[in-house]
């Protein structure tokens, strides 16, 4: 089956050269849907026959976006937590050892439900591709139910055994490193595309960072870092040493950190819903930019440190807190996310590429940032099938 999305007022391709500018803008242009990929793009008079259409009235039409980071396999809410913070209480990590007490009383279809409820939730904004991190079992048999289950809905998942230090450990972080790296990592990594450390004091410390890493690589799994949330710290220079896909968060950044990632493949994955969720600075995007790093957004959604599914609110803050431009805020939200997930499938619209197709009700993808908190999905296609 075929679908011609056509009269598109601005069609980001996300391929330069394709048309203007960085993100690849055709205008009065059409889409041709075949089966769950691309199968054509270019002006709306020349579109090929299809079996359905659809009439984009002059909407402006995108590439689905790419949530590359998002922990969505937990139980309960800490909503409570988020008022101490927005009364002063300064954030810290101790607060997941909430969640994790919760997700392991949760049966597994509790969990099941409340990330079909996630998922489904990111779908209808327009979020085609869900990257999902277990991290909230903290035990073999929670860890591995949680990727288990994130394997049945999400897109892509990471194992993140090294979240925190579980409370029965009683501070002994090496000898939980020695659980994660065994029989913790052999029961996941099925399941399993990522491995993940939180690189933090509070957390893991480089070396034992490092370990959790290789250990993953080892077993199959390549690697992505929590890294320089808190404060500067080694994290962005361990995830450059091993090629890790992605740095996430980002937010305290030295200058050699910074030269590290320009000059590396490893993508810096910038999450503005949780320094606006926990009042930290937000990292400098434009910084990162103009020293020719790649830029991902994503939502981290989370119980605790941000609870929003919103890839078009991560948008607008970004770009009215964090110094992007329109476009480069809608480039890090779709392409950019595809390269923190090294995937060439997703993030752009050329044939060949998976049909996740985002149309905004407004003629322009600025409009994202310009109507902040406004509902402006009209209608969203992932892997062909609309929403």
Not at 113 to 128: I, K, P, S
Not at 144 to 150: G, M, Q, S
Not at 308 to 316: E, P
């Amino acid at each position: 089956m075929s679908i011609a999305i056509t009269n598109i007022g601005e069609l980001v391709t996300n391929e330069p050269g394709t048309g203007e500018g960085p993100l690849g803008v055709l205008h009065d242009a059409a889409v041709v849907i075949d089966g769950g990929t691309i199968a054509w793009t270019g002006p709306t008079a020349e579109a090929p026959a299809a079996d359905e259409s659809f009439d984009a009235a002059g909407r402006a039409v995108l590439p689905g976006f790419v949530d590359s980071h998002a922990h969505l396999v937990f139980a309960g809410e800490r909503a409570e937590e988020f008022a101490a913070r927005m009364s002063g209480v300064p954030y810290g990590a101790g607060g997941i050892r909430t969640t994790v007490a919760r997700t392991r009383a949760a049966s597994d279809d509790d969990l099941r439900a409340n990330l079909r409820r996630l998922v489904d939730e990111m779908a209808r904004q327009g979020n085609t591709t869900v990257e999902c991190k277990s991290g909230y079992g903290l035990t073999v048999e929670h860890e591995e139910r949680a990727v288990r289950i994130a394997a049945e809905l999400a897109d892509e998942v990471t194992y993140l055994g090294a979240h925190v230090v579980p409370s029965e450990y009683g501070g002994d972080t090496d000898a939980y490193v020695g659980l994660v790296t065994t029989d913790m990592l052999a029961a996941c990594a099925p399941h399993a595309r990522w491995v993940d450390v939180f690189c933090e004091d509070g957390a893991f410390d480089v070396d034992q960072a490092r370990t959790v890493l290789q250990a993953g690589m080892k077993a199959g799994l390549a690697p992505r870092v929590h890294a320089n949330q808190l404060a500067q710290g080694p994290g962005v220079g361990l995830a450059v040493e091993l090629d890790a896909a992605s740095a996430d968060h980002c937010t305290f950044l030295s200058d050699a950190d910074v030269d590290a990632l320009a000059s590396s493949r490893t993508v810096a994955t910038l999450l503005p819903g949780v320094e606006f969720s926990t009042r930290q600075p937000y990292p400098d995007a434009r910084r990162l930019l103009d020293a020719g790093a790649t830029v991902a957004l994503a939502t981290d959604c989370n119980p605790g440190s941000c609870y929003s599914s919103s890839m078009a609110f991560c948008i607008a803050v970004a770009v009215r807190d964090m110094h992007m431009t329109p476009a480069e805020a809608v480039w890090s939200a779709t392409a950019g996310g595809a390269r923190a997930l090294r995937r060439t499938d997703v993030g752009h619209l050329a044939p060949g590429a998976r049909a996740d197709v985002l149309v905004l009700d407004a003629p322009s993808h600025i409009h994202l940032a310009y109507r902040p908190g406004v509902p402006q999905v009209a209608a969203v296609w992932k892997a062909g099938r609309k929403v």
